[in-house]
């Protein structure tokens, strides 16, 4: 009873289902010498080669013919000038049931795949598998040689480099050479966070750890040259291919020996040692624990979290490491329990939920980094619609690590108003942690009111020398969509309401201060450059950057609040730049957020935003008079103060507002 599956024919079969456009007349012919001795004697007759004697018995040639041309060709599959005729031999294996042989030559039909000899039964499954051989680049057949034809691929261009492509190249699952025309602003950024490392030392050695089709590695080396040795890594055989032929592209040397650098061998036409890229096939984990970078960038599909230890095993000392998280599902609190499982982190989903998403990353990058007694500044971090990046800079030593693992910290959040607060530093158990909000709302609410969040990280996101430098070298190389956003990041890493923030400060181009070291400015003398290899010097900056952080006790506004979230039913908010004047006025920092376009960074509380919000709100029925504080017809103004006329008939319109507001 048990079944035996039938082999597979020898190609010399299955060559008979795949046909030139003009072979259908050779057909009958193909099986000549097989036919049984009763056959052979007529010589008129003659079986079908792609089906079992048992189905179609010898005929004679013109209802042979009209046969093959009616069952097999007007169903065939045609690919680059061949036919793929369907097939009813035994080729594919069937399960038997209760009808018995009966249903082997009905379901026993099938395709037979051009390129790698796979069989498939429906002919719209093997339209599907063909595209796939075809945008995968397989297009070289097992029996008949067929070469991709020069219109398959596609060369695109962008910031001075062409990259040349497969088709679906924006489909992650359907190519391996993937390229996102969207991530455009994200490869400008990264580019200006190398190329503001590179004004600091030269050379740097910087790596990209996922290749694709090689755009960002060759940026790096067209634009910055002999200031930058550029790595492209990838573990895909077919991406590692792409990357070469573009780097020959751009007219680039490829660097083909990776491991004898005396007699390593150059394919290009360049002659300077600064055209050069080093293209590797290696796991990204392997090829940072080989070897020590001064930049490393990591865009992995999906979350980096399993490259974090790998990337700050072996990076420099002051070195950056960038990376591009697009699991925005889990960071966006739409996944919960991936955030948790990926990150360690509990999140929900908050007005604030962007920034919410790159403090998660950052955090996961600092237990990374303190895992290898290294601490960490945040240089960059941006959250947009497809993906989270986070750029910082790598400071060895316990001491770094220490301070660094101190600021990641839970993060205490009402679900009723969405005012949060970080929890307090130590390790004491508090009897009511509802006393660190600013709201009332566990005194007034019944029930559990807040949620415990993180753990996050909870320092500045943004260093304003390092953000301003950028600015400049977007300015520089032309990175028209990068600029508007580092503007937008200048005004918000100092948190003023300025829309068009000047690229450099003159009281401070000598007093820039980044992780523990002065900055190159352009008016910083060569003395006071840092020395790489000299403890002695490292410390005495150090010591001075420490004074100098003491200086400035103002600390970044964390997270934002969103005007409409807040607003009042029944009245029209002020325009949010008036609205981040008047919030200024009295006293507090306000600034605009890339994170969200009307949201609104400060440090007053919540309790205090709603109430400059209310007060200089009008009503829905008064829309057209000017902006301004709100008087009701019953209100008496003595003094400058407005006080309520009880025996006014609208004074019941001031209580049913106060209701609704509170």
């Given at each position: 009873d048990t079944f035996h599956y039938p082999r597979l024919l020898p190609a010399k079969s299955r060559e008979q289902t795949i046909l030139h456009l003009a072979d259908l007349e050779k057909l009958a012919d193909l099986r000549e010498g097989e036919l049984s001795t009763a056959e052979s004697q007529n010589t008129d007759l003659h079986p079908c080669p792609l089906c079992p004697e048992e189905k179609f018995k010898a005929c004679y040639s013109h209802k042979l013919h009209r046969h093959l041309q009616n069952l097999?060709?007007?169903v065939s599959v045609e690919f680059e000038g061949y036919r793929m005729c369907i097939c009813h031999l035994s080729c594919r294996p069937v399960k038997p049931n209760l009808v018995g042989d009966q249903t082997l030559s009905k379901m026993g039909a099938h395709y037979h795949c051009i390129i790698c000899s796979a069989t498939i039964v429906r002919r719209t499954d093997m339209i599907g598998h063909i595209n796939r051989h075809v945008n995968k680049g397989e297009t070289e057949s097992r029996f008949i040689t067929v070469r991709a034809p020069k219109s398959s691929y596609?060369?695109?261009?962008?910031?001075?480099?062409?990259v040349q492509v497969l088709p679906n190249y924006s489909t992650p699952q359907k190519t391996d050479s993937y390229f996102n025309p969207k991530m455009k602003l994200n490869r400008q950024l990264i580019f200006c966070a190398l190329a503001v490392l590179a004004g600091e030392r030269k050379p740097i050695e910087c790596l990209d750890a996922f290749g694709a089709t090689g755009i960002m590695g060759l940026q790096w080396a067209k634009h910055l040259r002999n200031s930058v040795k550029v790595t492209i890594n990838d573990c895909n055989e077919n991406s590692v291919t792409m990357i070469k032929e573009n780097c020959h592209l751009n007219k680039m040397k490829v660097k083909l020996n990776t491991r004898e650098e005396d007699n390593d061998e150059t394919v290009g036409n360049g002659e300077e040692n600064s055209d050069t890229i080093e293209v590797t096939k290696m796991d990204a984990n392997v090829v940072m624990h080989l070897r020590s970078f001064d930049f490393i960038h990591l865009d992995p599909f999906g979350t980096s979290v399993n490259y974090l230890d790998s990337a700050f095993r072996n990076v420099r000392n002051l070195g950056i490491v960038s990376l591009t998280s697009t699991d925005i599902s889990s960071l966006y609190a739409k996944a919960q329990h991936v955030a948790l499982r990926h990150y360690g982190c509990?999140?929900?989903?908050?007005?604030?939920?962007?920034?919410?998403?790159?403090r998660t990353v950052i955090a996961a990058v600092t237990r990374a980094a303190t895992r290898c007694n290294k601490g960490i500044e945040v240089l960059l971090a941006v959250a947009l619609e497809h993906f989270v990046l986070v750029v910082v800079r790598v400071l060895r030593g316990p001491t770094p690590a220490d301070d660094s693992a101190k600021k990641v910290r839970y993060l205490i959040h009402c679900q009723w108003c969405e005012e949060r607060v970080f929890q307090k530093e130590g390790n004491m158990m508090e009897e009511n942690p509802y006393q660190q909000l600013p709201c009332d709302c566990h005194g007034s609410m019944p029930g559990k009111t807040a949620v415990l969040l993180g753990p996050l990280w909870s320092g500045a996101l943004f260093n304003t020398g390092f953000l301003r430098r950028m600015l400049l070298e977007a300015v520089q190389y032309g990175l028209d969509e990068a600029q508007p956003l580092l503007k937008t990041l200048v005004c918000e890493a100092e948190c003023t309401t300025l829309k068009h923030p000047s690229t450099h400060s003159p009281g401070d181009e000598n007093k820039q201060e980044e992780c523990g070291v002065y900055i190159r400015t352009p008016n910083t003398s060569a003395e006071s450059y840092l020395v790489h290899g000299k403890r002695k010097s490292e410390e005495v900056l150090r010591g001075a950057?420490?004074?100098?952080?003491?200086?400035?006790?103002?600390?970044?506004?964390?997270?934002?609040y969103n005007i409409h979230?807040?607003?009042i039913k029944g009245m029209n908010m002020p325009k949010l730049n008036k609205f981040l004047y008047y919030l200024s006025e009295d006293g507090y920092r306000v600034s605009r957020t890339h994170f969200d376009p009307m949201g609104v960074r400060t440090n007053a509380p919540l309790a205090q935003f709603k109430?400059?919000?209310m007060k200089y709100s009008t009503p829905t029925y008064v829309g057209a008079q000017a902006e301004g504080p709100v008087h009701f017809p019953g209100e008496i103004q003595v003094g400058g103060e407005c006080y309520e006329n009880p025996s006014s008939p609208s004074s019941g319109c001031r209580i049913w507002l106060e209701q609704q507001h509170l």
């Open positions: 097999h060709w007007k596609k060369v695109v261009k962008e910031s001075a480099t062409d509990n999140i929900v989903r908050t007005e604030y939920y962007k920034e919410l998403a790159a950057a420490k004074r100098q952080r003491a200086e400035h006790s103002a600390e970044h506004p964390p997270f934002y979230r807040h607003s109430t400059v919000l």
